[in-house]
């Protein structure tokens, strides 16, 4: 009897599968295009956004650069803590490291992000 509900509940998953379901190989193009978008942040440079502190310029692309530039594990604490408005404990523990860790990688991030705007121009 159970061997019997188990079939059907199968069976019944297959048939909402082949109703409800499309391969990608059935789709059309234009179903395709669907599935996907494309960023196009930075395409044209000219246009790009720019902010000015301090009399000096930085556009987003410099400023996306930079932190690229730092290595993963400061970046990580830059981002969050800028970015995602997380608090160096928050931080420690989502990374599982000290407290003083994530503040020493956030602050001597400062310096790296300076050097590489300047040398940047």
């Given at each position: 009897?159970?061997?019997d509900k188990g079939l059907c509940a199968l069976v019944k998953r297959c048939k909402y599968r082949k109703?409800?379901?499309?391969?990608?190989?059935?789709?059309?193009?234009?179903?395709?295009?669907?599935?996907?978008?494309?960023?196009?942040?930075?395409?044209n440079d000219e246009a790009e956004k720019s902010f000015f502190v301090a009399g000096?310029?930085?556009t987003a692309k410099q400023l996306a650069d930079a932190l690229h530039s730092l290595p993963e594990e400061k970046r990580q604490a830059?981002?969050?803590y800028y970015f995602f408005d997380m608090k160096d404990a928050e931080i420690a523990e989502l990374m599982k490291i000290p407290r003083s860790t994530v503040q020493f990688r956030?602050?001597?991030?400062?310096?790296?992000l300076?050097?590489?705007l300047e040398e940047s121009r």
């Open positions: 009897m159970a061997h109703k409800h379901e499309v391969t990608f190989s059935d789709l059309s193009p234009q179903e395709e295009n669907q599935l996907y978008t494309c960023d196009k942040y930075f395409v000096k310029e930085i830059v981002l969050l956030r602050t001597s991030s400062f310096e790296l300076k050097r590489f």
